[in-house]
């Protein structure tokens, strides 16, 4: 069994830090530790020693966020607890990942030994330098120079690089290398000088582990989720007053690609607040934002305007650059049967196909379909994207997923031969993402916010009628870019890091 964890809750039920005396049954270790209020959050408290107690409390407070230092494990969604701790199954939120007081000498402000150099020497097409505490690190030639921090070649406050392509010699070489004053000094063989400082150099080296972290910082890194995912939760009043509670939201939806707000005020603009304390909407052909209120008439411009069933899907895929967050704010629910969502990890289920059926998967990605809508709105549009269903990053990972039955365009550019491989693939995609799905019924506040080119999302159907009312969700988009920019703005300002 593992010890010596650290956790913070982040948001007990009555938010306050207290203690708690008991001892852990099953390892009969003291757990004389504190949960973290949200304003504790950047600074972890010792919250038991054992990790069966901490999931117990985790259960029982039902935090939006809850980290487990050191364990390198993610879980989500349902775990069965050991009976030392209550046994039976509850709901855990973890997010996989270690959060803890910015040290000094992470990638943003290296401290007291950390990047102090002690030494370099000159080698055939890189200068290796070495630090205080023994490591060593190398730049290349070619890279020192471009990168050059004086002001001829950068501009500081503008964080732009003034060298250009055109003036970089591939094969430069220094004259001559020396420590000097806490700097790298490089004389150039055109006598240009540059300097560079350990922090600086120590933050860009070429190591694997320094690559590693510069990655996490750019985007964190998804947790899969299937069927049994719990929608992770995160507090409408919490988000909108506490930078840590919108930082958990960032967090969780780049884990996640998928946040249920509750507790919102059930009005329609309440979704622009939150969105303008993370960046600025989106628009798109239908506005800025749009009421998706229940017609009873067939005659509609969107599918979403009526009762029918919405298959799992991605919204505006027709789109060249489809919204990257789709938020849907429930205003009125439906009050009989029908009217669910229904939400599926696309990129967790690509990677299944990519396993299972690697041929569906070649298809998906390799076979170029069109998306369209056309129509009048706000003005008269006629949007189309052609794209493939499954799009891979450089790396090869699953990267984003296009996907809607509405509007899938029937005009394929397809040879004839290719459209049975089209349509078998898309099939059993559709069921791995139906099987991996997870339904929810909002209730009239409750927003949910989707990473909307990984988490497809669909509806169930309702029957519309005067007498039910009209179920009305209010719909507005914002890209992933500003949810990732506000995440690492606000890590920098509560000093948080994710290693
Ligand atoms: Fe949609
Ligand atoms: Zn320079």
Not at 284 to 312: C, E, F, M, P, V
Not at 390 to 399: F, P
Not at 490 to 497: A, I, M
Request: glycine letters at 10%.
């Amino acid at each position: 069994m593992a010890h010596d964890y650290v956790t913070t809750v982040s948001r007990p039920r009555d938010n306050r830090a207290r203690t708690d005396p008991r001892r852990c049954k099953e390892c009969a270790k003291s757990l004389g530790g504190k949960l973290g209020a949200v304003g504790d959050l950047a600074t972890p408290v010792t919250y038991g020693n054992c990790v069966l107690e901490s999931e117990r409390r985790i259960k029982r407070d039902r935090p939006a966020l809850a980290i487990v230092e050191g364990s390198g494990e993610a879980w989500g969604g349902r775990r069965a607890f050991p009976e030392c701790c209550g046994g039976g199954g509850g709901v855990v939120r973890c997010v996989a990942t270690t959060l803890t007081r910015r040290q000094e000498a992470t990638r943003v402000m290296p401290g007291a030994g950390a990047g102090e150099l002690s030494g370099c020497v000159n080698g055939v097409r890189e200068v290796e330098v070495q630090w205080g505490d023994g490591g060593r690190s190398s730049y290349p030639h070619v890279w020192l120079r471009e990168n050059c921090q004086c002001s001829q070649c950068f501009n500081p406050s503008a964080i732009a690089r003034l060298f250009l392509m055109e003036d970089l010699s591939i094969d430069i070489q220094p004259k001559h290398v020396e420590v000097a004053g806490g700097d790298l000094v490089v004389v150039w063989d055109d006598g240009h000088t540059s300097r560079f400082s350990g922090p600086w150099l120590l933050q860009r080296s070429f190591t694997p582990e320094a690559r590693e972290e510069q990655r996490s910082r750019y985007k964190l890194p998804m947790v899969p989720w299937g069927s049994d995912l719990d929608v992770p939760l995160v507090g409408y009043r919490a988000a909108m007053e506490e930078d840590a509670a919108l930082l958990e939201w960032a967090v969780l939806m780049e884990r996640y690609g998928v946040v249920q707000v509750h507790s919102a005020p059930p009005q329609v603009g309440v979704i622009n607040r939150f969105i303008e304390r993370v960046a600025f909407i989106k628009p798109t052909h239908y506005g800025r934002d749009y009421d998706l209120i229940t017609h009873l008439s067939r005659s509609t411009i969107n599918l979403a305007y009526t009762g029918s069933k919405l298959g799992l899907h991605t919204d505006l895929p027709y789109c060249q650059d489809a919204p990257g967050t789709t938020w849907l704010h429930c205003i009125r629910q439906h009050e009989g049967q029908g009217g669910d969502n229904d939400l599926s990890d696309g990129v967790a289920a690509a990677e299944e196909l990519r396993q299972r059926y690697p041929h569906h998967f070649n298809a998906l990605v390799t076979m170029p379909i069109y998306f369209q809508d056309k129509g009048y709105h706000l003005y008269q549009f006629d949007k189309i994207a052609r794209r493939a269903t499954i799009a891979l990053a450089s790396t090869g990972e699953v990267e984003q997923i296009y996907l809607s039955s509405q509007s899938r365009d029937s005009l394929m550019d397809l040879d004839s031969d290719q459209v049975y491989r089209f349509y078998a693939a898309l099939k059993v995609f559709g069921d791995i993402l139906r099987e991996r799905s997870v339904r929810v019924k909002m209730k009239p506040g409750e927003i949910l916010v989707i990473d909307n080119t990984r988490v497809l999302h669909g509806r169930q159907p309702f029957q519309t009628s005067m007498s039910s009312g009209t179920r009305h969700v209010h719909n507005s988009y914002v890209d992933m870019d500003e949810v990732r920019s506000k995440r690492r703005v606000l890590q920098d300002k509560l000093g948080v890091s994710f290693p």
